[in-house]
């Protein structure tokens, strides 16, 4: 059965860091990994992608400021997040390309307010 832990999430004060992890399990034929995120009254939005091969893309509200990663050997994909601004509160949700399906974590709550 497929599964996403995410993990991570929380309160930071502006220009704090969190890291973000999301273990998947139970799917086959990984391709894409991605972190998305909402915002109260807002639609969800790709934050960062990571292909098999290992290229990367980002929002542009994010650039310089988060870097996705994944281990492959663990399936597990991280979103490391510097300098956040109050903007960045949302929850943040996982994304993972299977082979013919693609799968959503449950989502983890990430707070930037002093």
């Known amino acids: 059965q497929a599964q996403l832990v995410e993990s991570g999430g929380g309160l930071v004060q502006p220009g704090g860091s969190l890291r973000l992890s999301c273990a998947a399990s139970g799917i086959f034929s990984i391709s894409d990994m991605a972190w998305y995120r909402q915002a109260p009254g807002k639609q969800r939005e790709l934050v960062a992608r990571?292909?098999?091969?290992?290229?990367?893309n980002y929002a542009d509200s994010v650039k310089g400021r988060f870097t996705i990663s994944r281990d492959v050997a663990k399936n597990t994909v991280y979103l490391q997040m510097n300098s956040l601004k109050p903007e960045d509160t949302a929850v943040y949700y996982c994304?993972?390309?299977?082979?013919?399906?693609?799968?959503w974590g449950q989502g983890t709550q990430v707070t930037v307010s002093s």
């Open positions: 994304n993972v390309q299977g082979r013919l399906t693609a799968f």
């Open positions: 990571i292909f098999s091969g290992g290229s990367t």
